[in-house]
Nanobody, 124 residues
């Protein structure tokens, strides 16, 4: 089974930027659609972004379009999330996830493997 480990979270002011990274092991990374999700306290898990196996297609939640960029490097088994123009409502634990297949899916239940999460806190 694939394992995922996120890194790069932290505390930033509104308007700032963070870059999250997720490193995969234990599987053929290029066979997996990758996604980023987030969960704020008291709220349900929320889709953020997803990227196709070779990185040619991406999809974003409306709330992050134009601000976040998802990318992947299959040679390094990594998927990244560049987060710019951060807002306090972006505060959450961010998770990367893997789905075997080709469909870009926004439902977290369709992703079989999840990382441990990394905290992103955006202050006013």
């Amino acid at each position: 089974q694939m394992q995922l480990v996120e890194s790069g979270g932290g505390l930033v002011q509104a308007g700032g930027s963070l870059r999250l990274s997720c490193t995969a092991s234990g599987g053929t990374f290029s066979n997996y659609v990758m996604g980023w999700f987030r969960q704020a306290p008291g709220k349900e898990r929320e889709f953020v972004a997803t990227i196709s196996r070779r990185g040619s297609s991406v999809d974003y939640a409306d709330s992050v379009k134009g601000r976040f960029t998802i990318s992947r490097d299959n040679a390094k088994n990594t998927v990244n999330l560049q987060m710019n123009s951060l807002k306090p409502e972006d505060t959450a634990v961010y998770y990367c996830a893997a789905r075997f297949g080709i469909q870009l899916v926004v439902g977290g239940n369709e992703y079989a493997t999840w990382g441990q999460g990394t905290q992103v806190t955006v202050s006013r």
